[in-house]
């Protein structure tokens, strides 16, 4: 294992975007969680890594830490106010507060219903089912095949686009935009921002148009209900909403998708799980390795306030570190081990207060629908080189998950 640094010349942002951090990042975590919980950055953002801090922080989201006032982004997020990709990313959901957030969580909550998830679940199960046929043979004849690319994207990407009203024929376009936007955050290089930039802008185009299709030829989606006169959204804040739900929804689950075959080849000792339980198998798959382990929003202290372990400033940038405060031990026993026999009612891999992740449920219901098909189906998959990993740095997330069926041997 790499040597950790010392508090005094770290910078954690910098570190997770290395390449021995970008594949497995957990033991930087701890060391960030025992040595430096209060981490500040070169730029002055504060990171949190144990779980009672993070959960603080996530239960005072929207009174003692506010997402950035939109009439002082130059100097709470001058960023914003520079580049496309972040001003669409300022003006979204996920960086709103009370009581415009509460309008706007309203809105989406009225179309991430149960029944609505309910609804989808035959599809989810159809299209699940189509993905595993169409490798089945590939993989019986010997072949490699990319599971996170075959499999895990377009089973969520399909969910997604069929909840929003995405048409088949944009899908693969669409989804190839988002990690180049979401590469984008203070401090990444400038190539990367302009590339980002450039995808926004392109994005953008796409929503605008696709929403004036809707409006003309309305269908039983999304789209269409949030365009509606009655939809509840004003003009300015329809597409920073397609956005973020497009961006947040299918990267993350499925990588939650990858990552839970990842942990079925990892820890054969617990496949019992996924056929008898596939809902907790699931839940420990999203506290020990959630597809987000650094929070990509922007959260400024609105006072001084004190953590057991340093004080973030009045006015400062605050991010939660996911990945670490999943795995702190005051927290969850023995937490590097995975157990899907635990207790995760404490894990934070879908966020918490305010912003807990709307689509929850139908990340949930990819993953539990998924991994025991994959597993009755193909029950002798198994990894034939390491995957490699998105250079996202909010996120873990398998970019390539390369698997056969039995031994090349």
Same mark, same amino acid.
């Given at each position: 294992?790499?040597?950790?640094?010392?508090?005094?010349?770290?910078?954690?942002?910098?570190?997770?975007?290395?390449?021995?951090?970008?594949?497995?990042?957990?033991?930087? %975590?701890?060391?960030?969680?025992?040595?430096?919980?209060?981490?500040?950055?070169?730029?002055?953002?504060?990171?949190?890594?144990?779980?009672?801090?993070?959960?603080?922080?996530?239960?005072?989201?929207?009174?003692?830490?506010?997402?950035?006032?939109?009439?002082?982004?130059?100097?709470?997020?001058?960023?914003?106010?520079?580049?496309?990709?972040?001003?669409?990313?300022?003006?979204?959901?996920?960086?709103?507060?009370?009581? *415009?957030?509460?309008?706007?969580?309203?809105?989406?909550?009225?179309?991430?219903?149960?029944?609505?998830?309910?609804?989808?679940?035959?599809?989810?199960?159809?299209?699940?089912?189509?993905?595993?046929?169409?490798?089945?043979?590939?993989?019986?004849?010997?072949?490699?095949?990319?599971?996170?690319?075959?499999?895990?994207?377009?089973?969520?990407?399909?969910?997604?686009? *069929?909840?929003?009203?995405?048409?088949?024929?944009?899908?693969?376009?669409?989804?190839?935009?988002?990690?180049?936007?979401?590469?984008?955050?203070?401090?990444?290089?400038?190539?990367?921002?302009?590339?980002?930039?450039?995808?926004?802008?392109?994005?953008?185009?796409?929503?605008?148009?696709?929403?004036?299709?809707?409006?003309?030829?309305?269908?039983?989606?999304?789209?269409?209900?949030?365009?509606?006169?009655?939809?509840?959204?004003?003009?300015?804040? %329809?597409?920073?909403?397609?956005?973020?739900?497009?961006?947040?929804?299918?990267?993350?689950?499925?990588?939650?998708?990858?990552?839970?075959? %990842?942990?079925?080849?990892?820890?054969?000792?617990?496949?019992?799980?996924?056929?008898?339980?596939?809902?907790?198998?699931?839940?420990?798959?999203?506290?020990?390795?959630?597809?987000?382990?650094?929070?990509?929003?922007?959260?400024?202290?609105?006072?001084?306030?004190?953590?057991?372990?340093?004080?973030?400033?009045?006015?400062?940038?605050?991010?939660?570190?996911?990945?670490?405060?999943?795995?702190?031990?005051?927290?969850?026993?023995?937490?590097?081990?995975?157990?899907?026999?635990?207790?995760?009612?404490?894990?934070?891999?879908?966020?918490?207060?305010?912003?807990?992740?709307?689509?929850?449920?139908?990340?949930?219901?990819?993953?539990?629908? *998924?991994?025991?098909?994959?597993?009755?189906?193909?029950?002798?998959?198994?990894?034939?080189?390491?995957?490699?990993?998105?250079?996202?740095?909010?996120?873990?997330?398998?970019?390539?998950?390369?698997?056969?069926?039995?031994?090349?041997?």
């Amino acid at each position: 294992m790499t040597a950790q640094p010392s508090t005094t010349q770290l910078d954690a942002m910098a570190r997770l975007q290395e390449p021995d951090n970008r594949e497995d990042p957990y033991p930087f %975590l701890a060391w960030l969680r025992e040595h430096d919980p209060v981490h500040r950055t070169p730029r002055g953002t504060y990171i949190l890594s144990r779980h009672a801090d993070v959960a603080r922080v996530l239960r005072e989201s929207g009174d003692v830490f506010l997402s950035p006032d939109r009439t002082k982004l130059t100097t709470q997020f001058p960023e914003a106010l520079q580049h496309r990709s972040m001003a669409v990313f300022a003006s979204s959901i996920a960086v709103s507060n009370p009581p *415009a957030h509460t309008r706007l969580r309203k809105v989406v909550s009225r179309e991430f219903t149960a029944r609505r998830v309910a609804e989808l679940r035959p599809r989810i199960t159809a299209l699940c089912e189509r993905l595993i046929e169409e490798i089945t043979e590939p993989l019986l004849d010997g072949e490699e095949v990319d599971l996170q690319q075959r499999f895990a994207e377009p089973l969520s990407v399909g969910t997604l686009s *069929a909840l929003l009203g995405v048409p088949t024929e944009d899908q693969v376009w669409l989804a190839s935009l988002v990690e180049g936007v979401l590469s984008a955050f203070p401090g990444a290089p400038i190539e990367v921002i302009a590339r980002a930039d450039q995808l926004t802008a392109d994005m953008e185009a796409y929503l605008v148009a696709l929403i004036e299709r809707r409006r003309k030829v309305p269908e039983d989606d999304l789209i269409t209900a949030l365009s509606a006169p009655d939809g509840g959204l004003a003009e300015d804040e %329809l597409v920073p909403m397609l956005w973020a739900l497009w961006c947040a929804g299918f990267k993350t689950s499925s990588a939650g998708v990858s990552n839970g075959v %990842l942990a079925m080849l990892e820890y054969p000792e617990q496949l019992d799980w996924v056929e008898r339980d596939a809902s907790a198998f699931s839940n420990e798959v999203l506290r020990h390795n959630p597809p987000t382990i650094l929070t990509p929003f922007v959260r400024i202290a609105v006072r001084d306030v004190e953590f057991d372990g340093g004080t973030v400033v009045e006015g400062s940038d605050v991010r939660l570190m996911i990945g670490a405060a999943n795995r702190d031990p005051e927290v969850f026993a023995d937490p590097e081990r995975f157990a899907p026999s635990r207790d995760t009612k404490a894990s934070l891999a879908f966020g918490g207060g305010i912003h807990f992740c709307a689509g929850a449920g139908l990340a949930r219901v990819e993953i539990e629908t *998924a991994l025991p098909r994959l597993r009755a189906r193909l029950p002798l998959l198994t990894r034939c080189s390491e995957p490699t990993w998105s250079p996202a740095v909010f996120h873990h997330m398998p970019r390539t998950l390369p698997v056969v069926h039995g031994s090349r041997g």
